[in-house]
């Protein structure tokens, strides 16, 4: 029984009653897991996708990048079209594309058209993260309810961290690797059937224009920004490429600011970043998420290529980081009841750098079981800061502003996670290759850039070699991986202890109370972030 028919208020809510809400609500969750499947998945194909299509690091790096940066640019954008014209049309049009790249993508037989297609299926996953969320007050519109409903939805999120793995793992043991992207199709046709039959439409008719000049500059911004930190360690920071890429970026960003500012429908609210509770609540989420993503990047490649897992084995070993994951969550939860979200995320921002530096401390030779000691340290710190961190963004947010606010959010966590694959695995590049050069010095030219190119260019060198050369290009190669992943790990540390101290330092100790909230929303400019 479908409830499209439902009667809408102005404001978007629907009156959709009995267990039909729990079977939508079913169809939104599943919605959003095909997004979570689908990231975690290609952090396990990596490695199996530089080996196929013979991708360097740099275009394994745009290969997440360009997803990732598609989704942080659309995510605003796609809100606001869903508000005007339609939020559960909007879902339908990202699942219809989302699938349909997924079939593309499982065909392609380059690194660069794969990187085209990653960037089309992040237009389609900005457009089901961000209406699915925004159609589950309109569905749960009393709040005890509409809190369970959003408790579902974050475990459907956080599923497809071990399913992504393990599933991934698997199939690219048993089959072509295409077929990790084909798996999607399935989970997109069940969602777009449940979303048919049981989830209301709902729109805004007082929503404003769409910001379209706004959502071109922060689009082409970001973008610019990644591309030069991605091409700096092939090109240098002398190359015109790189400059105009960060400089560009740089402008388009300032001039989106200033746009904002005097729009007459802005794409977001500047005035929400008065708000200390939601601008450190969001910087926190972000930089954790930073870590999280740079962490899965670099350990991936480390355990298949150079530790020998298949990829099916990979996705089991990283069962502790998911397992010490939501035993922190649940180990937050009485505490920050009790004193406080702040010291809670503090202590898992510090846990979290403590893992990232036992892993930095790997080598070439090192066995699973100082590898499973590091994932436990780390997961355990982002179970306990990430909900914490999501709890004092929509704890700040007044019910005008959750949409937006959240959307905000996730646009900056989602921009943050782009940075890391950019950042982290220029790092790991530049490291890798100034490592390896000594020994690759003496193979002739195609030989010579492969195995400079990445650890999976070098094994498949050696592979040519004889026997005694090639056990010493892999020793070598895999040593030279280990190099730059010991840089990116202790970078990434560094960035979260940074990160940790300056929300000891603004992060308000109090939540605010509902009429602090609605009174910060009338008067954000007399926000003293309630630090008491």
Not at 7 to 31: E, F, I, K, P, Q
Not at 324 to 348: D, F, N
Not at 461 to 483: F, I, K, S
Request: net charge neutral.
């Amino acid at each position: 029984m479908a409830i499209t028919g439902s009667a809408t208020s102005r404001s978007g809510a629907s009156d959709v009653r009995g267990s039909l809400r729990w079977w939508a609500l079913g169809a939104l969750t599943l919605s959003i897991l095909v997004i979570g499947l689908d990231t975690y998945v290609l952090a396990t194909a990596l490695p199996t996708l530089s080996d196929e299509l013979g991708a360097s690091n740099s275009q394994l790096q745009w290969i997440s990048a360009s997803y990732t940066l598609a989704w942080s640019g659309l995510l605003l954008p796609a809100g606001k079209l869903g508000d005007r014209i339609g939020r559960r049309k909007v879902l339908v049009a990202g699942l219809v594309v989302f699938g349909i790249a997924s079939v593309i993508a499982s065909q392609v037989t380059s690194a660069n058209g794969l990187i085209a297609t990653r960037a089309l299926m992040g237009a389609g996953a900005a457009m089901i993260m961000t209406l699915a969320l925004a159609l589950v007050p309109v569905i749960f519109p009393g709040e005890e309810e509409r809190k369970r409903a959003i408790t579902v939805t974050t475990i459907g999120t956080m599923l497809g961290m071990p399913l992504g793995p393990l599933l991934g793992g698997w199939m690219l043991s048993h089959f072509a690797w295409g077929w990790v992207f084909l798996i999607n199709g399935p989970v997109v046709l069940l969602s777009l059937l449940g979303v048919a039959l049981w989830v209301p439409e709902s729109r805004d008719p007082a929503a404003p224009t769409l910001d379209w000049p706004g959502a071109a500059m922060v689009t082409i911004g970001v973008t610019g920004m990644a591309y030069g930190i991605i091409e700096q360690p092939l090109e240098g920071w002398s190359d015109s490429k790189v400059l105009t890429g960060l400089i560009g970026g740089l402008v388009f960003l300032a001039l989106f600011v200033l746009w904002q500012r005097k729009a007459s429908s802005p794409l977001i609210d500047l005035k929400l970043f008065l708000n200390r509770h939601f601008t450190w609540g969001s910087i926190t989420f972000g930089m954790v998420s930073f870590a999280m993503m740079g962490g899965l990047f670099v350990l991936t490649p480390y355990m298949q290529l150079v530790q020998g897992a298949s990829a099916e084995s990979t996705g089991v070993r990283l069962l502790p980081l998911i397992g010490a994951m939501l035993a922190g969550a649940a180990a937050g939860e009485k505490p920050a009841s009790r004193i406080g979200a702040k010291p809670i995320i503090l202590v898992g921002m510090v846990v979290s750098a403590v893992g990232l530096v036992l892993l930095s401390q790997l080598n070439a030779d090192s066995g699973y079981g100082s590898v499973a000691l590091g994932l436990v340290v780390f997961g355990l710190g982002l179970g306990l800061s990430i909900p914490l961190s999501v709890d004092v963004v929509l704890s700040a947010l007044p019910l005008s502003q959750a949409g937006t606010g959240n959307g905000m959010s996730r646009t900056m966590q989602n921009i943050a996670v782009s940075f890391s694959s950019a950042i982290i695995g220029s790092m790991l590049n530049s490291g890798y290759r100034d490592k390896i050069v000594d020994a690759v010095r003496d193979l002739p030219g195609a030989a010579r850039d492969a195995a400079s190119a990445s650890v999976a260019g070098a094994h498949g060198v050696a592979g040519g070699l004889p026997a005694d050369a090639g056990g010493r290009l892999t020793q070598a190669a895999n040593t030279a991986y280990a190099h730059g992943m010991t840089q990116s790990l202790v970078a990434s540390a560094a960035i979260l202890g940074v990160c940790a101290v300056l929300t000891l330092l603004f992060l308000p100790k109090r939540k605010p109370s509902p009429a602090e909230v609605e009174l910060a929303a009338l008067h954000p400019a007399d926000d003293a972030g309630t630090s008491a």
